[in-house]
């Protein structure tokens, strides 16, 4: 069955990075397109990354432009999300997606 495991969340001050990976498992990994998306606390899940396929295509929201990047790694059946310059806006929980699945989700903290 379909297996998504994130990692890489906590706490970090206002400035920070951190390094969030997803382990896919039960599907063709390289045919298709993952994403990250976050639920911060009181709001709806957003969108925040998504890489296709082909690993040359990746979009972003405007609100991570240019602060996170998305990577895949279509050997070890994975996808990084390296956020840089955090924000207090960031705090959620992200999410790693494909298909119509989820991972359980790991809560990244931005504050000082």
């Known amino acids: 069955q379909v297996q998504l495991v994130e990692s890489g969340g906590g706490a970090v001050q206002p400035g920070g990075s951190l390094r969030l990976s997803c382990a896919a498992s039960g599907f063709t990994f390289r045919r298709y397109v993952m994403s990250w998306y976050r639920q911060a606390p009181g709001k709806e899940r957003e969108w925040v990354a998504g890489?296709?396929?082909?690993?040359?295509?990746?979009r972003y929201a405007d609100s991570v432009k240019g602060r996170f990047t998305i990577s895949r790694d279509n050997a070890q059946n994975t996808v990084t999300l390296q956020m840089n310059s955090l924000k207090p806006e960031d705090t959620a929980v992200y999410y790693c997606?494909?298909?119509?699945?989820w991972g359980q989700g790991t809560q990244v903290t931005v504050s000082s």
């Open positions: 997606h494909a298909l119509a699945y």
């Open positions: 890489i296709f396929a082909d690993v040359r295509m990746t």
